[in-house]
């Protein structure tokens, strides 16, 4: 269609313009061979120069000195990714490649290469990972399927966290205080010897917010305990957060401007407390290396939203066995099973209507395979494949006829991808495979018949290119979706709205990304994300939808970095974000008149380094902007938003030792 030509014609252009720029950077030191980053991706660490999917890799320190206060905050800075606030928690959505408000189902999240998204509609909770626990973040961009399993469609987000190293020790302590009576301390500590070793990171955050009602008290623990063995680490991981929070509702269009910090729901908090543990190891033995994950999660919540109330519990247990054999430098295969049990209870209370409760038990078994070889020294060949049995029993405990469901759903899902190496500095590669999401207990709940599987055919060009100081990251991509699980609303489904099986739908786009550094003082930075969302047919009550855009998905975004090192140990960046226009949610029609505004923000961040000590001083928001990053369409009498901060301060200390 027209508009695919389009995007590969945009790719193509950008590969041509970073050929042509990084022609001209080059640096007798060009040749300078570094340490190749580690990477789990393939769910066993390896170099990512193994990789032949586009991994993108960012150290835990990139994050920590980037002056975002959160993950989401930090990752919608990457192309592609975008996060909105949607009731006024630290566990913002994170969309990729434009689903809009099922970005956070679309999107797979993993803790040390385990699932930490949720099987009902609720963002993972990403507040409860300490920043100062990150060793890096690898980012899968429309990949994840083939090993993960399903709600990888937009891609795969892992975040790994630090472990002891043998024979070593450290500790820092921090503490900082900003705008809206906002303060936070956090300590961690590391101790190893040749045999054993154990790292610790804790926090608490607290902060009256922007908002009216919107105060939040935030604690986290991580711990990692580990045994060095000979032939690989035995772990024990322990994770936990404990979040209390306001909630301050939406403000309706005459609000925003008459009282945009207030509040109509001055009695509505919600809790949230959550548990992982994960046991596991990795032994090799000559090309063979073996590795095994026994995890178990928590996931208990209380919410009281005026006049009733929500109370949530739910768990999974996962195991998940794998191998990989190595022929030689250049073929690696991996292959494994998923075993996991999904349980999940829940009661509310809203009058006049009567109680509900409900139960769901949901059991995933899976068998996956990846194989990556070498056709020669310059092209890489990836080919991987997973069957994956979900049985979903939903029990609906309301009134005095309690129902029972049953879904049992036999799922597929393919990757071919290969890259080809054109030089040290130049690499293009492509990909194509399918993907699928099952409906979560929130989406299966008040249907009549269950919802069917949400399955994607994907297919992916992009190019790489690298020197010394220079490194730009091209990509064209386009997903043909079809029974994409969604909510519409009453004007669309009568009379009360619903979630259904979409009419067929696309995602394509364009992502650049690109890094200069000038002789070591001077780093600048930036990203473009070009996203197109559209149903491809359908109607809904009689109307036509055929090339509608979905709701909440900018068109356009970008970002600018600059980092300037004026002398040892100062560091002073400034970002500047632009977000374009995008359709309110519930306008599938497209018919609603108003598009959500643009915005651009601009941060500033300034760390200085003295001896053990670091000094950091954020600006959010310098120019005061008044944005949101979710509405809605309400027809009460127009829409209603969230509205995000005004321009904010920090400052903190960290004392390492």
Known sequence: ??????????????????????????????????????????????ESANQPIGVQVISGEQVRSSGARTLPEFLTRSAGIYSRDNFGSPNQQIDMRGFGVTGDQNTLILLDGQRISENELVPADL??????????????????????????????????????????????????????NTYEVSASASIASDKVGATFNIGQFDSDNYRDNNELDQRNFLGDFRYFGGNGPVYLKINMGDQDLRLPGARTEAQLTTDRRGTSTPNDYSALRTSRVNLGTSQRYGALEAAIDLTYRERDSFAVIQPGSIDIAGNDTALSPRIKFSFGVDHEMVAGIDLDEWKYTTSSLFPPFPASAAGSNQTNSALYAKDTFYLTPATQISLGGRLQRTDTTIDDLSGTSPTRREQIDDLDAWEVALRQQINAGISFYAKTGTSFRVANIDENRFVMTPLQPQTSRDAEIGADFGSYRSSVRVAAYHMDINNEIAF??????????GNINLPPTLREGVELEANWNKDDWLILSGQYTYTVAQYREGSFGGVDVSGNNIPLVPRHRAGVTATVLPTPGVNISATVTY???????????NSFGQLMPDYT??????????????????????FNED???????????????????????????RYQF
């Open 579 to 589: 977000v374009g226009e995008q359709y309110y949610d519930n306008d599938q029609s």
């Open 488 to 497: 519409l609303p009453s004007d669309v489904l009568p009379p009360f709205g």
């Open 601 to 622: 923000l601009v941060d500033l961040a300034a760390i200085y380094n003295t001896g053990d000590w670091t000094l950091e001083a954020i600006a959010r928001n310098l």
């Open 627 to 653: 944005y949101y990053s979710y509405g809605i369409v309400t027809n009460n009498p127009t829409f209603s938003a969230y509205p995000a901060f005004e321009r904010n301060f920090l400052l903190s200390a």
């Open 127 to 180: 507040a409860s990972i300490p920043l100062s626990s990150i060793d890096r973040i690898e980012i899968l961009r429309g990949s994840g399927t083939v090993l993960y399993g399903g709600g990888a469609t937009a891609g795969t987000i892992n975040i790994v966290t630090n472990g002891a190293r043998p024979n070593s020790r450290s500790a820092s302590l921090k503490a900082g205080a900003g705008t809206y």
């Open 1 to 46: 269609m027209a508009t695919g030509r389009m995007v590969i014609a945009a790719g193509s252009f950008a590969v041509t313009f970073a050929t042509t720029s990084l022609a001209q950077d080059t640096d007798p030191r060009d040749d300078v061979v570094v340490d190749d980053v580690v990477v789990t991706a393939s769910r066993f660490e390896e």
